[in-house]
């Protein structure tokens, strides 16, 4: 199976494959490199693959193999190891007078060679396991980046001799535990806060709608688990999941890998991967054969581009944005790689391997040396999409391992001169297990100024980079920090980024945009949409009086009683304070109504005055006709306390002269009513009824009507008066100020006592339209009657569904119209004799004084 699978990987990864065609040289060289040392400190790399001659079912080992070199970046790990041990080995003060060596053995998951390479490190020989045979070779700790894979295979054997392993890649908590894992010390800063780090910059863009692409790894759940709650912490949604397994391009079948890369992803265009080591390469390999464009990447440190003969504008991963941890340069690195070459280290064979493909060599036929290759050939002339001489995040964890190891002797060696000073400047051996007292707490400054803390429980915080890549013009690959997040920093100051910086995919000059739905705007509302996530919702606008002040709030908020939503509905506004005022047109209208009809009672009762004497006036009670018009011209004045602003005395007046001054009209036409009746029931002397009408016993009912009424009015003012009262609701953008009726009770008892007596008098009224005589007012205070009792019935229905001012002006319409009929029913027909046919009265006037010449005789 194992050819099978190295050849699959041939096939399909062809960008990270070099052909060699001088197998023979390759093979005869040693893909171990060691150097001797004082002291030796062992590390493993992946560097490349194994291809075997072997069949596709025989799969027996044998030495026998094509050498597949992986990218550049595998190979910058190793430089920076031998450079940290060149490093510490110049160094006067650590380490004095001890040299530091190093093996480095390929690792390839899942193959035979890394338990050979084991055992090489533990016993320093390949021939019999478990038996030391060279102590000045056995090395004092082991560097590897660790996985899962790697902890399977090689940490139950070196856990054996409590040989110490100082991992260099990403942070795993799951190996904090000292009892589970005692030899074990992570040199890597923790991901704490990857996740509030990624989630910040999501807020900062205004990005809701994010896609997670995320390997099937324990530590892959982890960050999923964390992300996913701060990003419902932070009300941003997933758009989707899609879980990559480690092993997805060697296993998948063809047709399935599309599964890896879902149409799901096209509804976000920001999707966020995490990667453990082992599966960057199969991520990165899913989102190029998908031709995923268009999108931000948003990354962890782990995540490595490959732009290796990309084009600009297909390159599904120019713009990428990784969170890298934030680390100062470590002065001379560049130089040492631009001074290594395989002439300078002929022993390495690594450096022969990625000689032979980057600068065109060949190799000699006597002793397979390099030969013919491109003059002056340096690492750091290679462009940067080949390789980079900027120490990568796992090559800064690499660097870091070599001097905690170093430290971790140091000490040891001290410990050991106090106990026993050395003799003859010889290296006394101690056992490896002895590292791990000092691994454990060891805690130093590295060249750079850096912090390098081993103690898993006192790890300071993570500070990030946020690193920008992208691939113009082709092959640059250029690399910029365009921000910072720092978990330390006061709230809302965590993350800075500067987005003019920030080449987004394809050139984008404008800031993407990722979200479900668009942003409601104020004035409008979100509302959920039924059955997806919260970040996909429908704008609803606000409902009157209603607001929202920002954008996509889920509640809009009512504005207070003395305030009103603009016609956008983002403020509200202070309402105006307003009542029904003489300015106003209806106000005027209604006042000058009043007014005139004030003049034009006042001029009929004029006119009744100047013609006291004539039957027109005299008939049905002349005194009862000048209290009726005064009474009338009252009713006029009064529908002017209703106009102007209110106060405590025109809403306690406004009610009580309307009940009383309407009490006495209404009694009043009563009156007449009645003394009409009696004056056709008194033709025969004698008789009772004549005398009541002599004795103006009719007039008696307007005073005691009046008082009733008066009585009335007093218990409603002295129980729940009127007051001042304001109206927020019925006109848009007002206030009004009215005279709440305080009782309910006592003014519809008012207003039904009102209404009573007016039925009452249209039906005496009514009964007697018929009597003769000359000015008979039976048939006027019929219609008077009638067009009063109209207004009112009107009125009430037409009060209650008014509101503000319309309900003030009705009332005063009802007031003008119901005393402007009595005035028209029963005194204009009067004033058009007195006026147009005064020939009329004259007759009237000599029939009268017949007829009483004819009753003097009679008697």
């Not at 199976?1 to 960008?15: D, G, H, N, R, T």
């Not at 690594?350 to 390099?370: G, I, P, R, T």
């Not at 009424?709 to 129980?719: A, E, K, V, Y």
Request: hydrophobic share 40%; with cysteine.
């Amino acid at each position: 199976m194992l050819p099978f699978i190295a050849v699959f990987l041939l096939l399909q990864l062809p960008s990270s494959v070099s052909t060699i065609d001088k197998e023979t040289c390759i093979s005869r060289r040693n893909t171990s490199v060691h150097k001797d040392g004082d002291v030796v400190i062992g590390c493993f790399l992946y560097l490349y693959f194994y291809i075997y001659y072997s069949g596709m079912i025989d799969i027996q080992p044998t030495r026998e193999f094509h050498v597949i070199q992986l990218t550049a970046s595998n190979y910058q790990n190793y430089l920076a190891f031998i450079f940290a041990i060149d490093e510490i080995n110049r160094n006067p003060h650590l380490l004095p007078n001890i040299s530091l060596g190093y093996e480095v053995h390929n690792f390839i998951s899942s193959h035979w060679r890394i338990l050979e390479n084991s055992f090489i490190v533990l016993t320093g020989q390949h021939e019999i396991p478990n038996y030391i045979c060279r102590r000045d070779r056995m090395c004092a700790a082991v560097l590897t980046e660790m996985s899962w894979e790697t902890s399977a295979q090689i940490g139950p054997l070196l856990e054996l001799y409590r040989f110490p392993q100082v991992t260099f890649g990403s942070f795993d908590p799951t190996l904090m535990d000292s009892g589970q894992y005692p030899s074990f010390h992570q040199v890597a800063p923790k991901d704490t806060y990857l996740a509030l780090a990624m989630v910040s910059l999501m807020l900062h863009f205004h990005w809701t709608w994010v896609g997670l692409l995320i390997t099937e790894s324990h530590k892959g759940l982890q960050f999923l688990s964390d992300i996913r709650a701060e990003m419902d912490r932070n009300r941003v949604c997933v758009a989707f999941v899609n879980m990559v397994s480690t092993v997805a391009v060697s296993y998948h079948p063809a047709g399935k890998k599309n599964d890896i890369l879902t149409v799901v992803m096209s509804s976000a265009n920001v999707v966020v991967i995490y990667c453990d080591t082992d599966s960057a390469n199969d991520v990165n390999y899913s989102i190029v054969q998908n031709l995923v464009t268009w999108k931000v990447w948003v990354t962890n440190s782990q995540w490595h581009v490959d732009l290796t003969g990309r084009n600009f504008i297909s390159d599904p991963l120019n713009g990428i944005l990784v969170f890298s941890h934030h680390r100062e340069e470590i002065s001379g690195f560049k130089d040492f790689v631009r001074a290594a070459t395989p002439f300078k280290y002929p022993e390495d064979t690594y450096l022969v391997m990625y000689w032979f493909k980057k600068f065109d060599c060949s190799f000699s036929e006597s002793d397979c040396a390099l030969k013919n290759c491109t003059p002056n050939a340096s690492l750091a002339l290679l462009p940067l999409n080949s390789f980079e001489t900027a120490m990568s995040d796992k090559s800064y964890n690499i660097y870091n391992a070599v001097y905690a190891v170093a430290h971790a002797l140091h000490a040891t060696v001290l410990e050991e001169v106090q106990m026993t000073p050395l003799r003859n400047k010889q290296v006394r051996m101690f056992p490896p297990w002895k590292l791990h007292l000092f691994l454990k707490t060891i805690q130093f400054s590295n060249p750079a100024g850096d912090l390098v803390n081993l103690d898993d429980r006192q790890k300071l915080d993570s500070e990030y980079d946020i690193v920008n890549f992208w691939n113009f013009p082709e092959g640059l690959r250029l690399k910029f920090k365009v921000g910072t997040f720092s978990s330390q920093a006061p709230h809302g100051h965590k993350m800075t980024v500067s987005e003019d910086m920030i080449e987004w995919a394809a050139g984008d000059t404008e800031t993407p945009h990722s979200v479900c739905s668009d942003s409601c705007s104020p004035g409008f509302r979100k509302s959920p949409q039924e059955g997806k996530s919260a970040c996909c919702f429908d704008c609803t606008p606000c409902v009157d009086n209603e607001i929202t002040n920002d954008t996509d709030m889920e509640q809009c908020v009512k504005c207070p009683d003395d305030q009103y939503a603009n016609n956008q509905r983002d403020h509200c506004l202070k309402k105006s304070v307003t009542f029904l005022t003489y300015e106003d047109p209806l106000g005027k209208a209604l006042s000058g109504t009043a007014l005139s009809l004030t003049v034009l009672t006042a001029a009929v009762l004029g006119l009744f005055v100047k013609h006291r004497d004539t039957p027109i006036v005299k008939a049905n009670n002349r005194a009862l006709s000048y209290t009726l018009l005064i009474s009338l011209t009252c009713c006029f004045l009064c529908s002017l306390l209703f106009l102007g602003r209110p106060n405590t005395a025109t809403c306690i007046l406004q009610q009580t002269m309307f009940g009383l001054v309407f009490t006495v009209a209404v009694s009043t036409v009563l009156a007449k009513t009645i003394t009409v009746v009696l004056a056709f029931q008194a033709t025969a002397p004698g008789r009772r009824m004549r005398q009541l009408l002599v004795s103006g016993a009719p007039n008696s009912i307007i005073p005691i009507c009046s008082l009733i009424q008066l009585s009335l009015c007093g218990i409603w003012m002295g129980t729940n008066p009127p007051y001042i009262d304001t109206d927020a609701h019925s006109e848009h953008g007002h206030i009004i100020i009215v005279c709440n009726k305080g009782s309910l009770t006592a003014f519809y008892c008012v207003l039904g006592y009102l209404g009573s007596l007016a039925l009452v008098s249209f039906t005496v009224a009514f009964l007697a339209r018929n009597l003769p005589d000359t000015f008979n007012e039976a048939k006027f205070l019929t219609f008077s009657m009638l067009v009063f009792c109209s207004v009112w019935v009107t009125f009430l229905p037409v009060y209650h569904s008014s509101k503000g001012k319309a309900m003030v002006a009705m009332e005063v319409f009802s007031i003008l119209a119901s005393s402007a009929g009595l005035l028209g029913c029963i005194f204009v027909p009067k004033c058009y004799i007195i006026l147009a046919k005064p020939e009329k009265i004259f007759m009237a006037g000599i029939r009268e004084k017949t007829r009483s010449l004819r009753k003097k005789s009679y008697h």
